[in-house]
């Protein structure tokens, strides 16, 4: 399995700080890179996919870069509404898997 | 709009099998793939395996000596079996729309549906 590690696991910034969260994958995996968006008894919600392309509704402020093994899911300019937990998940190949969360919790 | 909504038991006793259903409106289940996920509690996601409409699947090697993923096109809707649940299984189960572009992203979710695995 393809295994996918996320760092930092949580992080508190403040309301218009620029965040970003970076994403490992076990193995190169191309840009087979898709990001999502969780809040606290939600289901996830499906940000960027192919690394760097937004879902359409996703705000510009979500950015997704990298390829290969390296990626990073960017908020340029955070509003109160960012703050969740967000995980990467890898489908170059089955089985699918997922970083453990990042949590970006107020200042 | 796509919408997935999960039914089933909220409580399985230990070695039985849980049982849930994703009813899939706002569209048809044809001519993609269909998906469950679970969350263990304050945990991270697990992908648990895809069914295609004709009834193909993949399943999660950690788990396929367990789980069965069924889908009925008539109903517009697909279940998940998995036998012999232990305590560790007790998780948010979310059934989930594979996108068919080939990027293999889960872009429609269901609300979840926590199963919990206890006598």
């Known amino acids: 399995d393809i295994q996918m590690t996320q760092s930092p696991s949580s992080l508190s910034a403040s309301v218009g700080d620029r965040v970003t969260i970076t994403c490992r994958a076990s193995?190169?995996?191309?840009?087979?890179l898709n990001w999502y968006q969780q809040k606290p008894g939600k289901a996830p919600k499906f940000l960027i996919y192919a690394a760097s392309t937004l879902q359409s509704g996703v705000p510009s402020r979500f950015s997704g870069s990298g390829s290969g093994t390296d990626f990073t899911l960017t908020i340029s300019s955070l509003e109160p509404e960012d703050y969740a937990t967000y995980f990467c998940?890898?489908?170059?190949?089955?089985?699918?898997?997922f970083g453990q969360g990042t949590k970006l919790e107020i200042k | 709009q796509v919408q997935l909504q999960e039914s089933g038991p909220g409580l399985v006793k230990p070695s039985e099998t849980l049982s849930l259903t994703c009813n899939v409106s706002g569209g048809s289940i044809s001519t993609f793939h269909w998906t469950w996920i679970r969350q263990p509690p304050g945990k991270g996601l697990e992908w648990i395996g895809y069914i295609y409409y004709s009834g193909s699947t993949n399943y999660n090697p950690s788990l396929k000596s367990r789980v069965t993923i069924s889908v009925d096109t008539s109903k517009n809707q697909f279940s998940l079996n998995l036998n012999s649940v232990t305590a560790a299984d007790t998780a948010v189960y979310y059934c989930a729309r594979l996108d068919n572009s080939g990027w293999n992203y889960f872009e429609y979710w269901g609300q979840g549906t926590l199963v919990t695995v206890s006598s």
């Open positions: 998940q890898q489908s170059y190949s089955a089985p699918y898997t």
């Open positions: 193995q190169y995996i191309s840009t087979y």
